[in-house]
Protein backbone atom coordinates (compact mmCIF):
# COMPACT_ATOMS: atom_id res chain seq x y z
CA UNK A 1 0.00 0.00 0.00
CA UNK A 2 1.53 3.38 -0.79
CA UNK A 3 1.62 5.84 1.51
CA UNK A 4 0.84 9.24 1.35
CA UNK A 5 1.68 11.96 3.52
CA UNK A 6 0.07 15.95 3.77
CA UNK A 7 1.98 18.32 5.37
CA UNK A 8 -0.78 21.11 6.68
CA UNK A 9 0.18 25.02 7.16
CA UNK A 10 -2.21 26.86 9.59
CA UNK A 11 -1.57 30.38 9.27
CA UNK A 12 -3.66 31.86 12.77
CA UNK A 13 -4.93 35.33 13.17
CA UNK A 14 -4.44 37.18 16.32
CA UNK A 15 -7.43 38.19 18.53
CA UNK A 16 -5.08 39.80 20.81
CA UNK A 17 -2.75 38.17 23.23
CA UNK A 18 -3.84 38.48 27.16
CA UNK A 19 -0.83 38.57 29.50
CA UNK A 20 0.87 35.46 31.27
CA UNK A 21 2.58 34.55 33.75
CA UNK A 22 6.73 35.48 33.59
CA UNK A 23 6.04 39.15 32.97
CA UNK A 24 8.54 40.23 30.23
CA UNK A 25 9.64 43.43 31.87
CA UNK A 26 10.33 46.64 29.49
CA UNK A 27 12.51 48.74 31.76
CA UNK A 28 16.36 49.59 30.53
CA UNK A 29 16.29 49.10 27.05
CA UNK A 30 18.76 50.19 24.88
CA UNK A 31 19.30 51.15 21.11
CA UNK A 32 21.98 50.53 19.14
CA UNK A 33 21.39 53.15 16.82
CA UNK A 34 20.14 57.03 16.10
CA UNK A 35 18.73 56.27 12.65
CA UNK A 36 15.52 54.24 13.21
CA UNK A 37 17.11 51.16 12.06
CA UNK A 38 15.10 47.99 12.57
CA UNK A 39 15.97 43.68 12.31
CA UNK A 40 14.06 41.11 12.42
CA UNK A 41 13.61 38.21 15.00
CA UNK A 42 12.74 34.68 13.94
CA UNK A 43 10.91 31.96 16.62
CA UNK A 44 10.96 27.99 16.10
CA UNK A 45 9.44 25.60 18.09
CA UNK A 46 9.12 22.13 18.31
CA UNK A 47 6.58 20.79 20.47
CA UNK A 48 4.47 18.12 21.41
CA UNK A 49 1.47 20.34 22.17
CA UNK A 50 0.68 21.21 18.64
CA UNK A 51 -2.41 19.33 18.09
CA UNK A 52 -5.44 20.49 17.23
CA UNK A 53 -7.44 20.64 20.41
CA UNK A 54 -4.48 21.80 22.36
CA UNK A 55 -3.21 24.40 19.79
CA UNK A 56 -5.44 26.26 17.55
CA UNK A 57 -3.72 30.15 18.05
CA UNK A 58 -0.12 31.02 18.60
CA UNK A 59 0.95 34.62 19.02
CA UNK A 60 3.80 36.37 19.73
CA UNK A 61 4.68 39.56 20.97
CA UNK A 62 8.28 41.75 20.96
CA UNK A 63 8.64 44.57 23.40
CA UNK A 64 11.91 46.57 24.49
CA UNK A 65 10.56 49.76 26.41
CA UNK A 66 11.18 52.32 23.83
CA UNK A 67 8.85 51.50 20.96
CA UNK A 68 5.19 50.08 21.19
CA UNK A 69 5.08 46.22 21.52
CA UNK A 70 4.99 44.33 18.20
CA UNK A 71 2.41 41.75 18.09
CA UNK A 72 2.20 39.45 15.58
CA UNK A 73 0.91 35.73 14.40
CA UNK A 74 2.51 32.51 14.10
CA UNK A 75 2.29 29.64 12.08
CA UNK A 76 1.17 26.31 12.95
CA UNK A 77 2.48 22.97 11.05
CA UNK A 78 0.79 20.06 12.91
CA UNK A 79 2.38 17.46 10.72
CA UNK A 80 5.53 18.67 12.06
CA UNK A 81 4.96 19.78 15.43
CA UNK A 82 6.20 22.98 14.49
CA UNK A 83 5.61 26.44 15.27
CA UNK A 84 7.30 28.92 13.48
CA UNK A 85 7.31 32.49 12.18
CA UNK A 86 9.30 36.02 12.06
CA UNK A 87 8.81 39.08 13.89
CA UNK A 88 9.94 41.92 11.77
CA UNK A 89 10.67 45.91 11.64
CA UNK A 90 12.05 45.75 15.03
CA UNK A 91 13.88 48.60 16.15
CA UNK A 92 17.41 47.80 16.98
CA UNK A 93 18.35 47.22 20.20
CA UNK A 94 19.97 45.44 23.22
CA UNK A 95 17.40 43.86 26.29
CA UNK A 96 14.72 43.02 23.73
CA UNK A 97 12.10 40.61 25.00
CA UNK A 98 9.70 37.54 22.97
CA UNK A 99 7.11 35.91 24.19
CA UNK A 100 5.08 33.09 22.48
CA UNK A 101 1.34 32.44 23.93
CA UNK A 102 -0.51 29.42 22.93
CA UNK A 103 -4.12 28.99 22.94
CA UNK A 104 -6.74 26.29 22.65
CA UNK A 105 -9.99 26.56 20.47
CA UNK A 106 -11.90 28.48 23.21
CA UNK A 107 -9.15 30.35 23.72
CA UNK A 108 -7.81 29.22 26.95
CA UNK A 109 -3.87 29.72 27.22
CA UNK A 110 -2.00 26.50 27.15
CA UNK A 111 1.64 27.40 26.92
CA UNK A 112 3.34 30.12 27.14
CA UNK A 113 7.44 31.10 27.06
CA UNK A 114 9.68 34.40 27.34
CA UNK A 115 12.69 34.89 26.34
CA UNK A 116 14.73 38.22 27.14
CA UNK A 117 18.52 40.07 26.94
CA UNK A 118 17.81 40.25 22.93
CA UNK A 119 20.31 42.03 20.66
CA UNK A 120 18.73 43.35 17.60
CA UNK A 121 20.80 44.19 14.97
CA UNK A 122 19.62 46.27 12.01
CA UNK A 123 19.23 44.23 8.94
CA UNK A 124 19.74 41.07 10.56
CA UNK A 125 17.45 38.36 11.60
CA UNK A 126 18.34 36.79 14.67
CA UNK A 127 16.42 33.33 15.91
CA UNK A 128 15.51 32.68 18.84
CA UNK A 129 14.77 29.94 21.48
CA UNK A 130 12.13 29.82 23.47
CA UNK A 131 11.07 27.26 26.79
CA UNK A 132 7.36 26.75 26.38
CA UNK A 133 5.95 26.33 30.23
CA UNK A 134 2.37 24.48 30.21
CA UNK A 135 -0.17 26.30 32.31
CA UNK A 136 -1.06 23.39 34.10
CA UNK A 137 0.26 23.58 37.83
CA UNK A 138 2.83 21.31 39.47
CA UNK A 139 7.04 20.56 39.26
CA UNK A 140 9.39 17.62 38.43
CA UNK A 141 12.70 16.37 39.56
CA UNK A 142 14.84 15.48 36.26
CA UNK A 143 18.12 13.34 36.27
CA UNK A 144 20.04 13.15 33.17
CA UNK A 145 22.57 10.21 33.35
CA UNK A 146 25.31 11.01 31.21
CA UNK A 147 28.43 9.06 29.83
CA UNK A 148 31.53 10.87 28.36
CA UNK A 149 33.18 9.29 24.99
CA UNK A 150 36.40 10.07 23.76
CA UNK A 151 37.75 12.40 27.12
CA UNK A 152 39.46 11.45 30.23
CA UNK A 153 38.65 12.65 33.19
CA UNK A 154 40.88 13.61 35.90
CA UNK A 155 40.94 15.88 39.28
CA UNK A 156 41.54 19.29 37.04
CA UNK A 157 38.21 18.73 34.60
CA UNK A 158 35.45 20.49 35.63
CA UNK A 159 32.00 20.31 34.33
CA UNK A 160 29.10 22.66 34.18
CA UNK A 161 25.32 21.40 33.35
CA UNK A 162 22.66 23.70 32.32
CA UNK A 163 19.05 22.58 32.15
CA UNK A 164 16.63 25.54 32.32
CA UNK A 165 17.36 28.41 34.60
CA UNK A 166 19.28 25.92 36.55
CA UNK A 167 23.07 24.81 36.27
CA UNK A 168 25.32 22.53 38.12
CA UNK A 169 28.86 22.47 38.85
CA UNK A 170 30.91 19.68 39.71
CA UNK A 171 34.30 17.47 38.85
CA UNK A 172 33.42 13.65 37.87
CA UNK A 173 35.89 11.45 38.60
CA UNK A 174 34.10 9.13 36.31
CA UNK A 175 33.17 8.98 32.94
CA UNK A 176 29.76 7.75 33.97
CA UNK A 177 28.06 10.56 36.17
CA UNK A 178 24.56 11.51 37.02
CA UNK A 179 23.19 15.42 37.01
CA UNK A 180 19.95 16.08 39.45
CA UNK A 181 17.73 18.79 39.12
CA UNK A 182 14.67 19.54 40.84
CA UNK A 183 11.33 21.26 41.03
CA UNK A 184 11.68 22.07 37.65
CA UNK A 185 8.72 23.58 35.62
CA UNK A 186 6.52 21.55 33.64
CA UNK A 187 8.66 22.43 30.45
CA UNK A 188 8.61 21.84 26.47
CA UNK A 189 11.18 22.77 24.34
CA UNK A 190 14.17 22.24 26.96
CA UNK A 191 17.62 21.26 26.46
CA UNK A 192 20.59 20.44 28.35
CA UNK A 193 24.09 22.00 27.53
CA UNK A 194 27.12 20.45 28.81
CA UNK A 195 30.40 22.83 29.49
CA UNK A 196 33.70 20.93 30.24
CA UNK A 197 36.68 22.96 31.26
CA UNK A 198 40.20 21.34 31.44
CA UNK A 199 42.34 23.26 33.50
CA UNK A 200 41.76 27.23 32.14
CA UNK A 201 40.54 25.65 28.56
CA UNK A 202 37.08 25.08 27.38
CA UNK A 203 37.17 21.50 25.78
CA UNK A 204 33.18 21.15 24.87
CA UNK A 205 30.54 23.39 25.23
CA UNK A 206 27.05 22.33 23.65
CA UNK A 207 23.73 21.34 23.92
CA UNK A 208 24.15 17.43 24.08
CA UNK A 209 20.07 16.91 23.92
CA UNK A 210 16.97 18.65 23.03
CA UNK A 211 13.38 19.18 22.78
CA UNK A 212 12.90 18.00 26.34
CA UNK A 213 9.37 17.92 27.51
CA UNK A 214 8.42 17.54 31.11
CA UNK A 215 4.25 17.58 31.10
CA UNK A 216 3.58 16.12 34.12
CA UNK A 217 4.57 16.47 38.19
CA UNK A 218 6.58 13.81 38.13
CA UNK A 219 10.03 11.79 37.98
CA UNK A 220 11.85 11.74 34.62
CA UNK A 221 15.45 10.12 34.13
CA UNK A 222 17.18 10.75 30.51
CA UNK A 223 20.12 8.52 29.28
CA UNK A 224 22.57 10.83 27.32
CA UNK A 225 26.37 9.55 25.41
CA UNK A 226 28.38 12.68 24.58
CA UNK A 227 30.90 11.88 22.64
CA UNK A 228 33.99 14.68 22.57
CA UNK A 229 36.34 14.65 19.53
CA UNK A 230 33.72 13.71 16.25
CA UNK A 231 30.97 16.48 16.96
CA UNK A 232 29.07 13.36 17.34
CA UNK A 233 26.08 12.74 20.15
CA UNK A 234 24.56 9.98 20.73
CA UNK A 235 20.89 9.93 22.42
CA UNK A 236 19.12 7.69 24.17
CA UNK A 237 16.08 9.11 26.14
CA UNK A 238 14.31 6.78 28.52
CA UNK A 239 11.28 8.70 30.81
CA UNK A 240 8.89 7.71 33.17
CA UNK A 241 5.11 8.73 33.41
CA UNK A 242 5.78 10.85 30.19
CA UNK A 243 6.96 11.75 26.68
CA UNK A 244 10.14 12.37 25.09
CA UNK A 245 11.20 13.93 21.45
CA UNK A 246 14.86 13.42 21.22
CA UNK A 247 16.94 16.30 18.86
CA UNK A 248 19.67 13.48 17.60
CA UNK A 249 22.75 15.63 16.79
CA UNK A 250 24.71 14.28 13.48
CA UNK A 251 27.41 17.11 13.56
CA UNK A 252 27.90 20.62 14.52
CA UNK A 253 31.55 20.86 13.08
CA UNK A 254 32.93 22.03 16.47
CA UNK A 255 35.75 19.78 16.69
CA UNK A 256 37.31 17.77 13.66
CA UNK A 257 36.12 17.82 9.97
CA UNK A 258 35.22 14.21 9.59
CA UNK A 259 33.13 14.68 5.97
CA UNK A 260 34.64 13.75 2.92
CA UNK A 261 35.65 15.68 -0.20
CA UNK A 262 35.10 14.35 -3.55
CA UNK A 263 36.19 15.29 -7.32
CA UNK A 264 38.33 18.02 -6.45
CA UNK A 265 36.11 19.95 -4.61
CA UNK A 266 37.14 22.06 -1.48
CA UNK A 267 35.70 21.98 2.20
CA UNK A 268 37.24 23.26 5.18
CA UNK A 269 35.90 24.41 9.01
CA UNK A 270 35.52 27.87 8.93
CA UNK A 271 35.34 30.29 11.79
CA UNK A 272 34.50 33.56 9.93
CA UNK A 273 31.20 32.23 8.95
CA UNK A 274 28.76 30.49 11.12
CA UNK A 275 25.29 29.79 12.64
CA UNK A 276 26.59 28.79 15.99
CA UNK A 277 29.14 27.49 17.95
CA UNK A 278 32.51 28.31 16.59
CA UNK A 279 32.96 26.42 12.78
CA UNK A 280 30.92 25.78 10.47
CA UNK A 281 32.06 23.88 6.95
CA UNK A 282 32.59 25.51 3.97
CA UNK A 283 32.52 24.62 0.78
CA UNK A 284 34.01 25.78 -2.60
CA UNK A 285 34.25 24.84 -6.35
CA UNK A 286 33.09 24.62 -9.44
CA UNK A 287 31.51 21.55 -11.18
CA UNK A 288 32.28 20.05 -15.13
CA UNK A 289 29.09 17.82 -14.39
CA UNK A 290 26.62 16.08 -11.78
CA UNK A 291 28.98 14.90 -9.63
CA UNK A 292 29.02 14.32 -5.64
CA UNK A 293 30.95 17.42 -3.91
CA UNK A 294 31.32 15.68 -0.68
CA UNK A 295 29.68 12.71 2.13
CA UNK A 296 28.99 12.42 5.47
CA UNK A 297 31.36 10.99 8.00
CA UNK A 298 28.49 8.86 10.21
CA UNK A 299 25.40 7.30 8.30
CA UNK A 300 21.97 9.41 9.31
CA UNK A 301 19.35 6.98 10.24
CA UNK A 302 15.51 7.11 10.18
CA UNK A 303 15.29 5.38 13.78
CA UNK A 304 16.84 9.25 15.20
CA UNK A 305 13.89 10.71 13.57
CA UNK A 306 11.81 11.44 10.81
CA UNK A 307 13.39 14.89 9.62
CA UNK A 308 16.83 16.00 9.02
CA UNK A 309 17.89 19.77 9.56
CA UNK A 310 20.55 21.86 8.64
CA UNK A 311 22.09 25.24 7.93
CA UNK A 312 22.73 26.92 4.93
CA UNK A 313 24.13 30.47 3.94
CA UNK A 314 25.89 31.04 0.56
CA UNK A 315 25.71 30.92 -3.51
CA UNK A 316 25.21 28.68 -6.36
CA UNK A 317 25.54 30.14 -9.79
CA UNK A 318 23.74 28.21 -12.35
CA UNK A 319 22.58 25.34 -10.76
CA UNK A 320 21.53 24.59 -6.80
CA UNK A 321 22.35 21.45 -4.58
CA UNK A 322 21.01 18.16 -4.60
CA UNK A 323 21.70 15.61 -1.49
CA UNK A 324 21.41 12.07 -2.30
CA UNK A 325 20.95 9.46 0.25
CA UNK A 326 23.28 7.09 -1.08
CA UNK A 327 21.56 5.46 -3.46
CA UNK A 328 19.89 6.64 -7.19
CA UNK A 329 16.58 6.50 -5.88
CA UNK A 330 16.35 9.09 -2.94
CA UNK A 331 17.41 12.63 -3.61
CA UNK A 332 16.19 16.07 -1.87
CA UNK A 333 16.03 18.73 -3.99
CA UNK A 334 16.66 21.87 -2.97
CA UNK A 335 14.35 24.36 -3.66
CA UNK A 336 15.46 27.86 -1.79
CA UNK A 337 12.47 29.58 -2.38
CA UNK A 338 10.44 26.71 -0.16
CA UNK A 339 13.61 26.57 2.41
CA UNK A 340 13.26 30.32 3.07
CA UNK A 341 9.35 29.76 3.53
CA UNK A 342 10.40 27.10 6.19
CA UNK A 343 8.76 24.07 4.07
CA UNK A 344 9.80 20.90 4.27
CA UNK A 345 11.37 19.14 1.04
CA UNK A 346 10.18 16.00 0.50
CA UNK A 347 12.40 13.04 -1.32
CA UNK A 348 12.22 12.60 -4.68
CA UNK A 349 13.22 9.13 -6.93
CA UNK A 350 14.54 11.69 -9.14
CA UNK A 351 17.70 15.04 -9.20
CA UNK A 352 16.59 18.01 -10.39
CA UNK A 353 19.46 21.03 -9.87
CA UNK A 354 17.24 23.90 -10.27
CA UNK A 355 18.63 27.50 -11.24
CA UNK A 356 21.08 28.39 -8.57
CA UNK A 357 20.68 29.80 -5.38
CA UNK A 358 21.79 32.88 -3.03
CA UNK A 359 20.62 33.58 0.55
CA UNK A 360 22.10 37.16 0.63
CA UNK A 361 24.47 36.62 3.52
CA UNK A 362 21.56 34.51 5.85
CA UNK A 363 21.59 31.53 7.63
CA UNK A 364 18.39 29.39 6.69
CA UNK A 365 17.42 26.10 7.74
CA UNK A 366 16.56 23.57 5.26
CA UNK A 367 14.48 20.54 6.20
CA UNK A 368 14.42 17.14 4.77
CA UNK A 369 11.74 14.60 5.58
CA UNK A 370 13.11 11.18 5.57
CA UNK A 371 9.88 8.94 6.84
CA UNK A 372 8.84 7.13 3.33
CA UNK A 373 9.81 4.22 1.70
CA UNK A 374 12.20 5.99 -0.66
CA UNK A 375 14.87 6.82 2.03
CA UNK A 376 16.76 4.08 3.21
CA UNK A 377 16.65 2.76 6.92
CA UNK A 378 20.34 4.21 7.13
CA UNK A 379 22.35 6.07 4.68
CA UNK A 380 25.17 8.47 4.06
CA UNK A 381 24.32 11.92 3.03
CA UNK A 382 25.88 12.88 -0.03
CA UNK A 383 25.67 16.97 -1.57
CA UNK A 384 25.77 17.16 -5.02
CA UNK A 385 26.09 19.87 -7.99
CA UNK A 386 24.77 20.25 -10.82
CA UNK A 387 27.04 20.68 -14.30
CA UNK A 388 28.42 23.89 -14.97
CA UNK A 389 27.66 25.26 -11.79
CA UNK A 390 29.94 27.42 -9.07
CA UNK A 391 29.19 26.79 -5.23
CA UNK A 392 30.73 28.96 -2.32
CA UNK A 393 28.69 28.13 0.75
CA UNK A 394 28.64 27.03 4.57
CA UNK A 395 26.77 24.37 6.08
CA UNK A 396 26.00 24.58 10.19
CA UNK A 397 24.20 22.01 12.84
CA UNK A 398 23.09 18.65 11.42
CA UNK A 399 20.67 16.93 13.62
CA UNK A 400 17.88 14.23 13.29
CA UNK A 401 14.41 14.96 14.60
Known amino acids: MKKFTFIIFLTLLIMGCSSTPGNSGNEASTSLNEKNQTGNLSVKIYSSLVKGPLVSKACVEVSGGDFPTISSHLTIDYTSNLIYGTVSQIPAGKKRVCEVKLFDGENNLTGYGVTSNITILPSKTTPVTIWIFLTENGSANVKFNIF ?91 ITNGNITSLYLIDNFENTLLWKPTNGFNILLDGSKKFSGSYSLRATGKTSNNIVLFSSPVAFNKNYGNHISFWINGTGSNKSLVLRAGTNTCYWNLNFDKIKNGEVILPSKSASYGSGFNTEEKWYEAKLYTATNIVPEEFYLEFKGGSDGEYDFWIDDFYMY
Open 148 to 238: LKGYTLDENVLVKATFLNFTNEFIPLSSNFSVDFTNCPLVENAFLRLIINDKNYEIFNNIILSNISITKASNYSFNVIAEIGGGECEVNGI
